[in-house]
C-alpha cells in the first residue's frame, strides 16, 4: 500500500462490517474457484480447538473447528465451528455437505 499498511483500527473497523454469512459465500466461491480437486485427490478432515479462545469473563468454552485440508492444493476447502455441547462428529456431515469432494479420498482420525 503507498502509505503503509492499515492501522490495527482500520482493520478493525473493515472485520466488523463485514457479514459473516456474506463472507462464507464468497470465500467459498473463491475457493472452488481457485482449486479443484482431482479424483484421488487427498483431503483431510480434522478438528481442533482454537487456542485461548476460551472466555473466562462470560464463561464461554473454547472454540472447536473442524477444517478440511487439500494436501494437492495446500490449502482449506472449508472449515466450521463445531455447536456448542457438541463435538466434531455431528459437524463433520455438515462440512461434507458444503464441499463438492466427488471422487476425492477423504481421511478422518478416529474421533470421526
Known amino acids: 500500500m503507498p502509505h503503509g ?28 474457484a481457485l482449486a479443484e480437486l482431482q479424483p484421488g485427490e487427498l483431503t483431510a478432515i480434522d478438528g481442533k480447538t482454537l487456542r485461548h479462545s476460551f472466555d473466562h469473563a462470560s464463561d464461554k468454552a473454547a472454540i472447536h473447528m473442524i477444517s478440511a485440508w487439500s494436501s494437492a492444493n495446500g490449502l482449506v476447502f472449508g472449515q466450521l465451528a463445531t455447536e456448542a455441547k457438541s463435538n466434531e462428529i455431528t459437524a463433520i456431515p455438515k462440512l461434507l455437505e458444503l464441499l463438492s469432494l466427488r471422487a476425492a479420498i477423504i481421511s478422518i482420525d478416529a474421533m470421526g
Open 5 to 32: 499498511p492499515p492501522s490495527h483500527d482500520t482493520l478493525g473497523r473493515v472485520f466488523a462490517a463485514i457479514q459473516p454469512e456474506a463472507f462464507e459465500r464468497c470465500f467459498l466461491q473463491w475457493i472452488q
